[in-house]
């Protein structure tokens, strides 16, 4: 990270203004180096008997140099080492026979150092090309330069941004970040930053806190502050017989199964990084992390995690200051996390996901079992849902001090939406104490189903053309006195194709996720 001696470098001349930084992304953004860098990157796979092709964009757009050429090693067998320093080698050629500004860009760097509004580059690059590209705009532009040398992780994670902020003396909130690839625009929305996306090569849709133009041609001061100021925030809540403030935080808790990882679709980790910022999720109970996602998600986000063996995982905004349960639980079974809000109030929740064979929605629908039948084959869920009650036992215990969730894919219906049999499992959770916080918050199962399985199945995946059932078999499940529902929903976003023509979906899994909202007063015992 460089500082610049420039006239507006102090952080506090323009305290009031409500948009303090605008803050650049470099290769594609300020200058015409996307291209540059796909070709040099498109030069030295051709060298190696490879060719680019659409999928790589994630892999090669936005990225450092490193994570390139470790996806052309793996792919070529090639040394890691030699084909970084080719990269490094064609891209600077590149760069120096000619750095051609973006349309619009040297213009509205003149005009925000007009309007006494700070600027930084932060980029993916290595130190020696942003150099290179500094020099040609003018060192005079950017109080601040942030490279892929200089933070531990690079783009998406938020550590640029948060540098560059951290640099300025500024709060992400009152930046605006501008950003031309979906890698970018993830690391920028992870800090907290308003983005203006102006595509180069890949197309980014519009979303909160997202603005999309052409170029920056049109572009002005007066622009950018807007985005600041018309910024969606959410509206605050009346709830006049809740706690007073000191004594109540709200905690939003989800639950997801991300499908294989999210690998059916394109992408998918950017979609599933976009869909946890914008859900407000301050807490993910995971299942079909496909060993890596709880690590990778946590990492771009920088929030804390737990992965547990190669199927669950959780991450949280707060830390976690506990690991509960058995390292590598199995591919079915439960993980458990003690988070820490606060110096006076923590919370514990257990992440779960029960085998889905025999699956009783199939064998009602389809098979025309009776009630009886149906209960008998939930032996094997029920089973592990009392496993994983005994393991919690200790925390459902201490549940009024230290409220308990349980979340998670529990592949079978709930007692409290279906008279067709018992469906047992559910109910052992109720009777170990445990309230399903989707209910609480919509009674009637006939007006509010709350189904979860599936977006993207609407016939049977057979090809027999059959209707496939619809139920609700994810949950977020609560017990302690300090636990109040304030909302709970699904949540699937655009509209999914049917299997099997997922791979472009914007929402990334054959599960809908549930986010529950929950007020926390001051638990019995603590301070």
């Not at 925000?112 to 090309?129: E, H, K, N, Q, Y």
Request: proline content about 8%; some cysteine.
């Amino acid at each position: 990270m460089t500082p610049h001696t420039t006239p507006d470098s102090h952080p506090s001349r323009h305290p009031q203004q409500p948009l303090q930084a605008v803050l650049f992304d470099m290769d594609g953004t300020l200058v015409d180096t996307e291209r540059l860098w796909w070709d040099a990157v498109e030069h030295v796979a051709a060298g190696l008997g490879r060719s680019l092709t659409e999928a790589d964009e994630d892999d090669v757009l936005g990225r450092p140099v490193e994570h390139t050429a470790e996806m052309l090693s793996r792919a070529t067998g090639a040394p890691f080492a030699e084909v970084a320093a080719d990269l490094h080698r064609e891209f600077a050629v590149r760069v120096r026979s000619g750095v051609v500004a973006r349309p619009g860009a040297l213009r509205l760097l003149d005009a925000l150092a007009a309007d006494g509004v700070r600027t930084a580059l932060v980029t993916a690059s290595p130190r020696a090309i942003a150099d290179l590209v500094v020099e040609a705009l003018g060192t005079g532009r950017f109080a601040v330069t942030v490279t892929a040398d200089d933070t531990p992780r690079t783009k998406p994670a938020p550590d640029p941004y948060l540098a560059a902020c951290q640099a300025l003396g500024v709060q992400p909130a009152s930046c605006v970040a501008v950003e031309d690839t979906r890698t970018g625009v993830s690391s920028a929305e992870a800090a907290g930053c308003t983005v203006l996306a102006v595509p180069s090569l890949a197309p980014i849709a519009a979303a909160p806190g997202r603005t999309v133009r052409e170029s920056l041609e049109d572009v002005t001061p007066a622009g950018l502050r807007d985005m600041i100021t018309t910024r969606e925030a959410p509206e605050p809540s009346d709830h006049s017989d809740l706690p007073e403030p000191s004594d109540l935080r709200e905690l939003r808790v989800m639950s997801w199964n991300l499908w294989y990882g999210g690998t059916k679709v394109r992408h998918h980790r950017e979609k599933q990084l976009k869909i946890i910022l914008e859900s407000g999720a301050d807490v993910v109970g995971l299942q079909e992390t496909y060993s890596t996602a709880a690590r990778e998600l946590a990492e771009a986000l920088g929030w804390a995690y737990h992965q547990a063996g190669e199927n669950l995982g959780v991450i949280s905004r707060y830390p976690i200051t506990d690991r509960l349960g058995a390292a590598d639980p199995g591919f079915y079974g439960a993980t458990g996390v003690r988070v820490t809000l606060g110096a006076d109030q923590d919370v514990v929740l257990w992440s779960a996901h029960l085998d889905y064979t025999p699956y009783g929605p199939y064998e009602a629908s389809f098979d025309g079992l009776a009630g009886p039948e149906l209960a008998a084959h939930e032996s094997g869920r029920l089973g592990q849902v009392r496993e994983i009650l005994a393991a919690m036992a200790p925390d459902l215990t201490a549940r009024d001090t230290t409220p308990v969730l349980l979340v998670g894919d529990f592949n079978a219906p709930s007692h409290l939406d279906r008279e067709d049999a018992e469906w047992p499992v559910t109910r052992a959770a109720e009777e170990a104490g445990l309230r399903d916080s989707y209910r609480e918050a919509h009674p009637d199962p006939v007006r509010s189903p709350g189904h979860t399985w599936s977006p993207v199945h609407s016939e049977h995946e057979d090809g027999s053309g059959r209707p496939e059932p619809q139920d609700r078999i994810d949950y977020v499940l609560c017990a302690g006195a300090g636990l109040r529902v304030l909302d709970s929903r699904t949540l699937v976003t655009g509209t999914p194709r049917p299997w099997p023509d997922v791979e472009d979906n914007d929402w990334p899994s054959d599960h809908a996720a549930v986010i529950t909202t929950f007020s926390l007063g001051r638990a019995a015992g603590s301070g």
